[in-house]
């Protein structure tokens, strides 16, 4: 299912479907239901900082599509991809920079975060990454809890990082809508959206919930859900009532009259059923996998990607053939019942069954080397001789979570005319022992490992210990 | 768990006369032993029974029959310096985590080797990554004490034997504070009065049950530590938190600490070396996560390197699963700016001088053969085990992970179900 990315506001959910590619040419005679209410409130301003025109040479180059380019050259001209090859002209007025030794990539994608949501420090006040006040809370967005001076952003810039997905807890059933941003610091959440990127909404499978609500408050039984039936008839409640909303305003859409009463959470869930809003499902188990693949068939929407699914390898097949992605650590296991089961090799398994695999972090450690996660999961796939070559590898980090987010028609891979989201590495990135030297986010030099002063300090840690020091 | 040598090893060495099965030749493009031969090119170990008995170069005398394994690198067997591993089955399932007692009328008395199971599923999954000993430490509970750390080896024997009781577990810092009223001055409060109460065992306890700070078990288990017999671990970050521990020494010369996390170390360094007191840190942690680590620097290792500090590397931020990532921990402060050398003895030399554990951690005539044999660098991320020999017995590359593994290697169902896949 491929689906509109560009939200246009103001225009209903049914007209963004039939309205792909010609948004701006929608005749002006349409309904007043088309505005019935702005779907795109809290619009990104972030705009592509300056850049000057760029000449990598003589890098190997992985172009994140698969393919590998020895002695390469790639050209960066007005905050997009220009060129890629193997014997560039610089064009004037361009820097040069002669990267022998060194690889360059497409910038990492980590579709699986809670910078802002659960930033450094993490102290009580914030924690703002779970609404943890009912099981379904579709109606919160994780973009109005990050707080965009967590330190971890600049970490994980330093790491290769340009674009990420943040995410509410797994808490809740349905914990409320994701936010895609641009690793780009700015006083403003704002100033970090992903421009016209689409929104997605986190579900959570398994112990969480159950041992949130069913165990909750210290009392027994807390609430519903309190099992895994619990969990899958609140998921089908909700959808239940979304269907009927989505009902309503289809109905009026198609015949006008009194707009239908307004419901935040049955907005985002009537999204989901529209198309328009990205499914992302924390779920660990194989077996609760496949309910909810069922489960999306039921209610005519698609899951884009099982999230930590450390039995995926289980199933791989299976999610081959449903097409939902699977994003991934490389060996997390062990600290709770539904993670018993993971293995290093689980990542190498999905891909080898020819479904999509991403390498996440859910960590603000993690993402600051998800290179190194993929590099680990990439060779304990070829010891048990599932041999992907590297180029192919690099998939996982940058164009698989580009498409779970949606945007992989402007970023996720070195092809001319996408965003110059560019990673110079000082070596082969799948070695512990390689830094990336220098991350391009739209053709602007973000981080330059040769140029400590210049590294990005947030307000939190301006007159604190360490202040600018190398991190 | 132990597996017979042909099983483990048969796709890496030849195998000569199996008549001398507890004699190996360890063959390897780099043998680092961790001692002045330093990195050994095209090096050789040999191991009779549970001994090195020869570390030298290629030419070096072989016994006859022995078995030969032949590997990229060879190393000591790696020590974890710090985890919970076998102590967990599943962190989130508390019948089966024996790291700390929440709920306990004890607190220094709570010897977590009481708690140690050889056959938890970590044990393997942390062996087969090349760490051949543990120090385990349990967290705290509901006191400012963990109670009593082990020392012991993966090999999952039932048998297996413990160094009990090798250090006693202190949090100090925010973890300290909150466990002992509220603030860090009642968390000092307490380990002093924690102290004398350890030093004026038993004479205290005769009339009375209770010390200032301690009951009569837990003073009885704290009177060897606050008589600097033995080692104290304390978790502590923040500079004056180091600072406070380091005052404590000064004032208590004869005291033996080990501080964890230390992750503002690299501020006091100097002191740290002059007092001689070595601690075990997390490459990883550069975050302010907390306003305990504020200054968290992945140049910690490097720093602390620079200025003589005696340091060990280990998982502390993921120490109840994932001791096995120390080796990647390590890796990264190389990147960081540790020497590699250095980096790799804060996975052997280091924790085996923390921990007093003479003749573990080199490769050096005499010592213990405790040896790991590798396809690459023992540092990279692509690297890993292709042989493990603890106490001059190989070990099985097998772990519940790689079983699971092999059984799901194929989907294919048309005959049988899943269930009756037994690779």
Not at chain 1, 266 to 276: F, K, P
Request: with cysteine.
């Amino acid at each position: 299912m491929r689906i509109s990315h560009r939200l246009v506001a103001g225009v209903a959910a049914a007209l963004v479907l039939s309205a792909c590619g010609g948004g701006k040419d929608k005749p002006a005679e349409k309904k007043d239901a088309e505005i019935a209410f702005d779907k795109n409130p809290y619009p990104s301003t972030y705009s592509p900082y300056p850049n000057a025109p760029v000449l990598i040479t003589n890098a190997t180059i992985m172009d994140g599509e698969g393919a590998r380019i020895e002695n390469g050259s790639l050209l960066l001209e007005d905050g997009k991809i220009s060129a890629i090859g193997s014997d560039l002209k610089a064009p004037e007025g361009a820097t040069t920079i002669d990267a022998s030794g060194r690889w360059v990539t497409p910038g990492i994608i980590d579709n699986h975060s809670h910078l802002g949501v659960y930033p450094s420090p993490g102290v009580s006040a914030h924690g703002d990454g779970n609404e943890i006040s009912a099981p379904v809370t579709a109606e919160v967005w994780s973009e109005h809890g990050v707080w965009p001076q967590d330190p971890g952003f600049t970490r994980a810039l330093a790491g290769g990082i340009t674009s990420l997905q943040i995410l509410p807890g797994s808490a809740n059933l349905i914990g409320g809508r994701g936010v895609i941003v641009k690793n780009v610091p700015s006083r403003t959440v704002q100033g970090m959206k992903f421009p016209d990127a689409p929104y997605t909404l986190k579900m959570a499978c398994g112990e969480n919930p159950k041992r949130v609500y069913g165990y909750g408050n210290g009392s027994f039984p807390g609430g519903a859900p309190y099992s895994r039936m619990g969990n899958m008839a609140g998921y089908r409640t909700a959808w239940i009532r979304a269907t009927e909303y989505k009902r309503k305003w289809d109905k009026y859409e198609k015949e006008g009259g009194e707009p239908p009463a307004r419901d935040l959470e049955l907005d985002t869930l009537a999204g989901v059923l529209n198309g328009d809003i990205l499914v992302h499902m924390h779920c660990y188990r194989a077996d609760e996998m496949a309910q909810i693949m069922d489960m999306s068939k039921e209610f005519g929407y698609k899951v884009t990607s099982f999230h930590h699914a450390v039995e995926s390898y289980k199933i791989a097949d299976k999610l081959a053939e449903y097409g939902a992605c699977s994003s991934m650590w490389a060996d997390w296991w062990g600290f709770k019942m539904e993670a018993y089961d993971g293995i290093r090799e689980n990542i190498p398994l999905v891909h080898k069954a020819g479904a999509c695999a991403i390498v996440h972090s859910d960590s603000d450690v993690g993402i600051q080397r998800l290179n190194q996660e993929a590099a680990k999961a990439w060779s304990d796939g070829r010891k048990i001789g599932i041999d992907i070559p590297e180029e192919e590898a690099w998939t996982w980090l940058s164009l698989n979570p580009a498409k779970s987010l949606g945007i992989d028609d402007r970023t996720g891979s070195l092809k001319p005319g996408k965003m110059a989201d560019v990673v110079i590495w000082s070596g082969d990135p799948f070695s512990v022992y390689t830094k990336a030297d220098q991350v391009f986010i739209d053709g602007a030099l973000m981080y330059d490992r040769s140029n400590p002063e210049a590294d990005p300090v947030m307000d939190f840690e301006i007159g604190q210990p360490g202040e600018g020091d190398r991190k | 768990m132990r597996k017979s040598l042909a099983t483990a090893l048969a796709a890496f060495t030849c195998l000569t006369a199996p008549a001398l099965a507890d004699t190996y030749v360890v063959r390897g493009e780099n043998v680092w032993t961790g001692t002045s031969q330093g990195t050994i090119k095209n090096g050789v170990v040999v191991i009779e029974d549970d001994r090195i008995t020869a570390v030298g170069g290629a030419s070096t005398a072989v016994p006859d029959g022995a078995s030969e394994i032949s590997a990229k690198w060879v190393t000591p067997g790696l020590i974890s310096a710090y985890s919970q591993t076998g102590l967990v089955e599943v962190g989130a399932e508390d019948p089966t985590n024996d790291a700390m007692a929440a709920a306990s009328a004890y607190s220094i008395s709570l010897n977590a080797a009481d708690g140690f199971n050889p056959d938890a599923t970590a044990i393997d999954v942390t062996r087969i990554e090349g760490f051949t000993r543990l120090a385990v430490a349990p967290q705290t509970g509901n006191t400012m004490f963990g109670g009593q750390g082990f020392i012991a080896d993966t090999s999952g024997d039932l048998d297996t034997p413990l160094k009990e009781k090798a250090f006693t577990v202190i949090a100090l810092g925010e973890a300290g504070a909150g466990l002992t009223g509220g603030s860090r001055a009642s968390a000092m409060a307490t380990l002093k009065a924690a102290l004398d109460d350890g030093r004026a065992y038993p004479a205290r306890y005769i009339a009375n049950t209770e010390g200032d700070a301690l009951k009569r078990l837990d003073a009885q288990a704290f009177s060897q530590a606050a008589r600097g017999q033995q080692l104290i671990m304390v978790r502590a970050h923040r500079a004056s938190d180091l600072n406070a521990v380091m005052d404590l020494a000064e004032e208590q010369p004869n005291l033996k600490f080990v501080i964890v996390g230390a992750d503002e170390g690299w501020r006091v360094a100097p002191r740290l070396a002059e007092l001689d007191i070595p601690v075990i840190v997390d490459a990883f942690s550069n975050l302010p996560s907390s306003f305990e680590r504020l200054a968290a620097t992945s140049e910690n290792a490097s720093r602390l390197a620079e200025a003589g500090v005696t340091f060990a590397i280990a998982n502390v931020g993921d120490s109840v699963e994932q001791a096995r990532l120390a080796s990647q921990i390590a890796g990264n402060a190389v990147a960081n700016g540790l020497d590699f050398d250095d980096a790799l003895a804060a996975l052997t030399v280091a924790p085996a001088e923390i921990f007093n554990m003479t003749g573990y951690g080199t490769l050096a005539p005499g010592g213990h053969a405790d040896v790991v044999a590798w396809d690459g660098d023992p540092l990279e991320v692509t690297s890993s085990p292709v042989a493990v020999i603890i106490d001059g017995e190989t070990q099985s590359l097998e772990s519940r992970q790689t079983r699971l593994r092999d059984r799901y290697l194929n989907l294919d169902e048309s005959e049988r179900p899943m269930a009756y896949h037994k690779p």
